[in-house]
Nanobody, 127 residues
Framework: QVQLVESGGGSVQAGGSLSLSCAVSGYTYSRYCMAWFRQDSGKEREAVASIDSDGSSSVADSVKGRFTISKDNTKNILYLQMNSLKPEDTAMYVC?????????????????????RGKGTQVTVSS
């Protein structure tokens, strides 16, 4: 049974940093496309960063230069390093994975593309 468990969210002032983690267990497939989605109340869900098992990654224009996605394959943990946070980054951040899909450009990813999803971790950025 695949499980994705996020951690690292919290409250921070604008300009600060947070590092999110997603611990993956039970995932026995040889490849993956993994992505971080976020959603705040009243806003559309947005894919902010993705990474393929070949190491290629993509970040959304809204977070480019501030967010970095990475994965430690030995520990099976997905990371999202978030720097220079802004109030508009406030959202629930959810980790997702799929064994079939190739990620490609993050702007093309949809929530329904992913077979596995975590429960999320809340990020709140105050001005």
């Amino acid at each position: 049974q695949v499980q994705l468990v996020e951690s690292g969210g919290g409250s921070v002032q604008a300009g600060g940093s947070l590092s999110l983690s997603c611990a993956v267990s039970g995932y026995t497939y040889s490849r993956y496309c993994m992505a971080w989605f976020r959603q705040d109340s009243g806003k559309e869900r947005e894919a902010v960063a993705s990474i393929d098992s070949d190491g290629s990654s993509s970040v959304a224009d809204s977070v480019k230069g501030r967010f970095t996605i990475s994965k430690d394959n030995t520990k099976n943990i997905l990371y999202l390093q978030m720097n220079s946070l802004k109030p508009e980054d406030t959202a629930m951040y959810v980790c997702t994975a799929d064994p079939v899909r190739w990620c490609g450009e993050v702007s093309r990813l949809r929530w329904t593309d992913f077979s596995y999803r975590g429960k999320g971790t809340q990020v709140t950025v105050s001005s």
